[in-house]
């Protein structure tokens, strides 16, 4: 079975901390996808990062980095030195690779609140 | 247009009666999604179109619910005899597919509320 588990429901930090949302996944493919979106309030989902399950190298793009584990099947996300404009809602999502991509299994996203 | 286009934006509908939600994909996208995003769930996958490819409808909840892609573009998910728990934001979203498959970019969606 397919799932994607992301345990922190909210998570609240204050502007300038780092915070780290946890991503857990399982699959029984040896070889997907997996994603994070962001969705402010304005409530479209905005894409953020596609790793496939080849590459286990770490990746960063300005604040953001994600740690992928595969001996884990973790792929947590990490916003340094976090801003008001970061709070959000952020899902981590499974894919497949080839043919339906998108057909993505979602966890139930984490909600962050930075507070100024 | 620049992205995905989806209406009505709301809808608040009567149980019992049928709705129909229209999405416009990228240009030049060839897969299409339809999610649906309940409240405090995460999303839940309902049914992918690839070209003319037959629909891959594995995620649809029930036989009130159907959808079609006319052309290759629009789409217009259907349902049928709405029920209180059909009230959820309906997204959807759209990619290249095939070989030149990219991450999908979704509509803002549009919230059913069914009473």
């Known amino acids: 079975a397919q799932k994607v588990t992301q345990a922190q429901t909210e998570i609240s930090v204050v502007e300038k901390e780092d915070v780290t949302l946890d991503c857990v996944y399982e699959?029984?493919?040896?070889?997907?996808?997996l994603f994070w979106y962001k969705q402010p309030p304005s409530g479209e989902l905005v894409f953020l990062i596609r790793r496939n399950s080849f590459d286990e190298q770490n990746e960063i793009s300005g604040r953001y980095s994600w740690n992928f584990q595969k001996s884990t099947s973790s792929f947590n996300f990490t916003i340094t030195a976090s801003q008001v404009v970061d709070s959000a809602v952020y899902f981590c999502?499974?894919?497949?690779?080839?043919?339906?991509?998108?057909?993505?299994?979602f966890g139930t996203g984490t909600l962050l609140a930075v507070q100024p | 247009g620049a992205g995905v286009s989806q209406s009505p934006s709301n809808k608040v509908t009567e149980k019992g009666k049928d709705v129909e939600l229209r999405c416009d994909p990228i240009s030049g996208h060839t897969a299409l999604y339809w999610y649906r995003q309940s409240l405090g769930q995460g999303l839940e996958f309902l049914i992918y179109?690839?070209?003319?490819?037959?629909?891959?409808k594995s995620g649809l909840p029930s036989d009130r619910f159907s959808a079609e892609r006319t052309g290759g573009s629009v789409s217009t998910l259907t349902i049928q005899r709405t029920q209180q728990e059909d009230s959820a934001v309906y997204l959807c979203?759209?990619?290249?597919?095939?070989?030149?498959?990219?991450?999908?970019?979704f509509g803002q969606g549009t919230r059913l509320t069914v009473v």
């Open positions: 179109f690839q070209g003319n490819s037959a629909p891959d």
């Open positions: 979203a759209s990619s290249m597919g095939g070989e030149r498959s990219t991450e999908a970019f």
């Open positions: 999502a499974l894919g497949r690779i080839g043919g339906a991509t998108n057909k993505l299994i």
């Open positions: 699959t029984r493919d040896t070889t997907y996808y």
